[in-house]
């Protein structure tokens, strides 16, 4: 594979990863979450051939409760 190919690589990655963080985003808006740190981890993305991790960060007790609650009834409509 030529530089030019892992280049091209690589940038879709990344662009998957900013796909993936907005679509996490709207859904969890949709359902009244917001975690405010919900972004693409920056060190991740480093280097020759990054490996973009999703980084959903920190949130208040609140956040956490309304995120378990959603998961929770989500979990309870799949059974």
Avoid: F, N, W, Y
Wanted: hydrophobic share 40%; aromatic share 0%; glycine share 8%.
């Amino acid at each position: 594979m030529t530089a030019t190919e892992r280049r091209k690589e690589a940038a879709g990655r990344v662009r998957a990863a900013e796909d993936a963080v907005a679509r996490l985003r709207a859904g969890l808006a949709g359902v009244g979450v917001k975690l405010p740190s919900l972004r693409i981890d920056p060190v991740s993305c480093a280097g020759d051939e990054p490996t973009p991790l999703v980084d959903l960060g920190r949130c208040s007790l609140e956040t956490a409760m309304r995120l378990s609650v959603q998961l929770e009834a989500a979990a309870d409509h799949d059974s």
